[in-house]
Structure formats: structure tokens, C-alpha cells
């Protein structure tokens, strides 16, 4: 998760719909991700975590899955809502963050 | 849950100024602070880690002279940003550890220097 400024890619779902975003790391030896949600002018609000010693983690509408044989995250928003509409952000220990995804939904 | 107060949420300077901003952590102790800075629609770049009582460690790039960081106690770090110019216009973040791994982050603030 690197972050070398590049600008956002975007996702677009319909309410009501799953969404998956992804996000690689570099470091092979990171043992611990989080996942953040930043809304438009404000900062970043931490989602969820998972500990490399994990594949999958689940919280309330959200799942992580981590793939570290690909260095692969991903987030998934069960019935994704209006209100789930922000930049969601993966981070390494490191405190390093990803590109980040902006996810928009369609009501 | 933990809760970090950054302070002023906007600022707009003349250029040559210096300006500085406060990230408090509000109801624990925080033994890592960390500064990011954000440009419109791009990720945080993480600055500079600051440990309290000692000196912040800087990302690659930053210039320490131009960004003065100190963390004075266990719940306030600064960031000075010394002769700013339009360039440094932007969003800065903080966020605050406990050594959990989970970051508590400020609400940001924005710099415009005219």
C-alpha cells in the first residue's frame, strides 16, 4: 500500500448492491492491515483490521479478506448504502496508505 | 472510542508565514503520532512519525527544516509549517496511536497560503 499520489480510482455501485474494493501491498512481510473511510473533507475513520495471521475478517456489513500468497486485500460492503459513499483506504503497519478507492452510490 | 482533536480546521496565510497546527489527543495517551498530508483526490502521504520526548522521524523527501514537528507530551504534537508558500497548500491530517495498530485520526486541517 504504497502511496505515490496517484489519483483515485472509482467504483460506482447501485444501493442495495455489494461492493468490493481491493487493494495491493508491497511488503511481504506486513503483518497487519486496516481498512479507512474518509468522507469528503474530513479525516479518515478506521473500518476494520485484520492481523496476518488471518484470511478473513467480518464486521457489521463489512468483510477483509486478505490474500498474502498475492499481497492482495480486498473490502467488501455488503448492501452498500448511500451513506457508505466516501474513499476507503487500505494501510499497512507501516501506517502507509494505498491509493485509495472512490466508491459512489447510485440510489 | 479514542477521540483526536486537530486545530485550526482552516487556515489561510500570506505566503512567507509560518503556521502551526495542533493534534491533540483528547481521552488517551498517545505514545505515536503520525502527519500526513493530502492533495485534492489523492491518498495521504505519510510525512513524518513523532514519538513523544523525541525527535520526529521523516518520510523521504520531507524536509525537516520546512516542517517542524514536536511532541511535546503524550497527548499534543505540532506541526509548524515554517515560510509557507502556495505550494504548501493542503490537507493535513494526524493521526494518534496507543500501540494497537489502530490509528485515531484528527479531522484534518485545511491550509491555503495566498
Known amino acids: 500500500g504504497e502511496s505515490v499520489g496517484l489519483h483515485l480510482p472509482t467504483l460506482s455501485v447501485q444501493e442495495g448492491d455489494n461492493s468490493i474494493i481491493n487493494c495491493a501491498y508491497s511488503?511481504?512481510?506486513?503483518?497487519?492491515f486496516i481498512w479507512y473511510k474518509q468522507e469528503s473533507g474530513k479525516g479518515p475513520q478506521f473500518i476494520i483490521d485484520?492481523?496476518?495471521?488471518?484470511d478473513k475478517r467480518q464486521g457489521q456489513r463489512v468483510t477483509v479478506l486478505l490474500n498474502k500468497t498475492v499481497k492482495h486485500l480486498s473490502l467488501q460492503i455488503a448492501a452498500t448504502q448511500p451513506g457508505d459513499s466516501a474513499v476507503y483506504f487500505c494501510?499497512?503497519?507501516?501506517?502507509?496508505f494505498g491509493a485509495g478507492t472512490r466508491l459512489t452510490v447510485k440510489p | 472510542g479514542a477521540v483526536v482533536s486537530q486545530h485550526p480546521s482552516r487556515v489561510i496565510c500570506k505566503s512567507g508565514t509560518s503556521v502551526k497546527i495542533e493534534c491533540r489527543s483528547l481521552?488517551?495517551?498517545?505514545?505515536?503520532m503520525f502527519w500526513y498530508r493530502q492533495f485534492p483526490k489523492q491518498s495521504l502521504m505519510l510525512m513524518a512519525t513523532?514519538?513523544?520526548?523525541?525527535?520526529?522521524?521523516?518520510e523521504q523527501g520531507v524536509e525537516k527544516d520546512k516542517f517542524l514537528i514536536n511532541h511535546a507530551s503524550l497527548t499534543l504534537s505540532t506541526l509548524t509549517v515554517t515560510s509557507a508558500h502556495p505550494e504548501d497548500s493542503s490537507f493535513y491530517i494526524c493521526?494518534?496511536?496507543?500501540?494497537?495498530?489502530?490509528?485515531?485520526f484528527g479531522e484534518g486541517s485545511r491550509l491555503t497560503v495566498l
Open positions: 493521526s494518534a496511536s496507543y500501540g494497537t495498530g489502530e490509528l485515531f
Open positions: 513523532s514519538n513523544e520526548g523525541s525527535k520526529a522521524t521523516y
Open positions: 494501510a499497512e503497519a507501516d501506517m502507509r
Open positions: 481521552d488517551f495517551q498517545a505514545t505515536t
Open positions: 485484520i492481523r496476518s495471521n488471518m
Open positions: 511488503n511481504s512481510a506486513s503483518d497487519y
